[in-house]
């Protein structure tokens, strides 16, 4: 009885020309796409909602903390003035980095990329890349300069992590992008 449902079932659905496709049936239906066609990985509204509140929280926890670490803003049109780190954040890269390179230069680096990246997370550009810099950057700060302040890192890799992993969703540069390369 179960070879005889087997042999059925083969005969109905293995091929397209068995009995399940139809008296209407057209050989090219095989070909082209179901309709409609299947949802896209990641391309829910609830992707767009988390995508956009990850990069959010990511991108204010990394402005405040640049600027809580740079020397004001004198004049906003010299772009030098944005990035003049603390001399607090100077001393502290020369304990954290001995030897690797001028402090003066790691401080400013801190701060470049500490008010850049909110701006690029924000704009939803590269942000596979930022999220990944960001995990590493956590573990770092996990891991050599405030192993106290594992909370803070855990939370911050983590969600580098997802924005690593998922990309930022479709409210981003990146997902229009591969939409409009066809390769999303």
């Known amino acids: 009885m179960r070879d005889q449902r087997t042999t059925r079932f083969v005969s109905l659905y ?10 209407g049936a057209h050989l090219m239906d095989s070909w082209c796409p179901p309709c409609p066609p299947p949802r896209r990985h990641g391309s829910t509204p609830i992707d767009a909602i988390v995508g956009l509140a990850v990069r959010l929280g990511l991108a204010a926890a990394l402005w ?13 049109g010299e772009w030098r003035g944005w990035f003049q780190p603390d001399p607090g954040l100077v001393t502290a890269a020369s304990v954290w980095f001995t030897g690797l390179a001028d402090a003066q230069a790691i401080a400013f680096q801190l701060v470049l990329w ?12 590269l942000t596979r890349f930022a999220g990944l810099g960001i995990l590493l950057c956590a573990v770092f700060f996990a891991i050599a300069i405030e192993p106290q302040g594992w909370s803070f890192a855990l939370i911050a890799g983590a969600l580098g992590l997802y924005l690593a992993l998922r990309g930022a969703g479709p409210l981003s540069i990146d ?6 390369t066809r390769m999303g």
Do not use: C, H, K, Q
């Open 14 to 23: 293995a091929d397209t020309a068995g009995e399940a496709a139809g008296p």
């Open 114 to 125: 500490g008010t850049l990246l909110p701006v690029i997370l924000l704009a939803g550009f």
């Open 64 to 76: 405040s903390w640049a600027r809580a670490n740079a020397l004001p803003v004198r004049d906003w």
């Open 175 to 180: 997902w229009g992008a591969a939409r409009l």
